[in-house]
T-cell receptor, first 113, second 113 residues
Framework: DSGVTQTPKHLITATGQRVTLRCSPR?????VYWYQQSLDQGLQFLIQ???????AKGNILERFSAQQFPDLHSELNLSSLELGDSALYFC????????????FGPGTRLLVL | GENVEQHPSTLSVQEGDSAVIKCTYS??????FPWYKQELGKGPQLIID?????GEKKDQRIAVTLNKTAKHFSLHITETQPEDSAVYFC????????????FGQGTELSVKP
């Protein structure tokens, strides 16, 4: 158990819908990262927050957004869902930023029908 | 941007043999190189990492080597056991980019008893 929690574990929804994925980092970690894992794209970095502020951005679609709250939990919002958004979404956390060890949560499996 | 190539994509060994997985990276500014193990239905789990000021690191049956000049790093697993069967990912990151991880494509390791 990494100490990173993600909810829900599974999510099934329809195209065009909007969902919210939630992540709680390990106690004491200030950075939260979101990654998408799909068969064709592998593990891809989406976005990072550090102590409530956006720190780095990767290949995140405009339909996706994220935020980190004062209690350091983070939410990833996915809107106007398409079939191709079906994937595993992982959250990771680290103490700081820049070359820090990242601990991954168990992931949320999203299926868009 | 940074690109990480990982080989082989699949690797099958007999229990007790050694396994070697290799990765190359493109950006010489990368300075942190973790390896993750992912079992079916779980999130990636850090197994070992190395920073650019170190050439080799060992932890029991697992070792990682880094060649900064050639821009490649390798994972070595000795005395493999069936429970080592999983998908292994290498990754690279840079301090000045918030610490986002750029992952290789993964290696599916199968250890046959």
């Amino acid at each position: 158990d990494s100490g990173v929690t993600q909810t829900p574990k599974h999510l099934i929804t329809a195209t065009g819908q909007r969902v919210t994925l939630r992540c709680s980092p390990r106690s004491g970690d200030l950075s939260v990262y979101w990654y998408q894992q799909s068969l064709d794209q592998g593990l891809q970095f989406l976005i990072q927050y550090y102590n409530g502020e956006e720190r780095a951005k990767g290949n995140i679609l405009e339909r996706f957004s994220a935020q980190q709250f004062p209690d350091l939990h983070s939410e990833l919002n996915l809107s106007s869902l398409e079939l191709g958004d079906s994937a595993l979404y992982f959250c990771a956390s680290s103490v700081g930023t820049g070359g820090q060890t990242q601990y991954f949560g168990p992931g949320t499996r999203l299926l868009v029908l | 941007g940074e690109n990480v190539e990982q080989h082989p994509s699949t690797l099958s060994v007999q229990e007790g043999d050694s396994a070697v997985i290799k990765c190359t990276y493109s950006d010489s500014a990368s300075n942190y190189f973790p390896w993750y193990k992912q079992e079916l239905g779980k999130g990636p789990q850090l197994i070992i990492d190395i920073r650019s000021n170190v050439g080799e690191k060992k932890d029991q049956r697992i070792a990682v080597t880094l060649n900064k000049t050639a821009k490649h790093f390798s994972l070595h697993i000795t005395e493999t056991q069936p429970e080592d069967s999983a998908v292994y990912f290498c990754a690279a990151s840079m301090n000045n980019q918030g610490g986002k991880l750029i992952f290789g494509q993964g290696t599916e390791l199968s250890v046959k008893p």
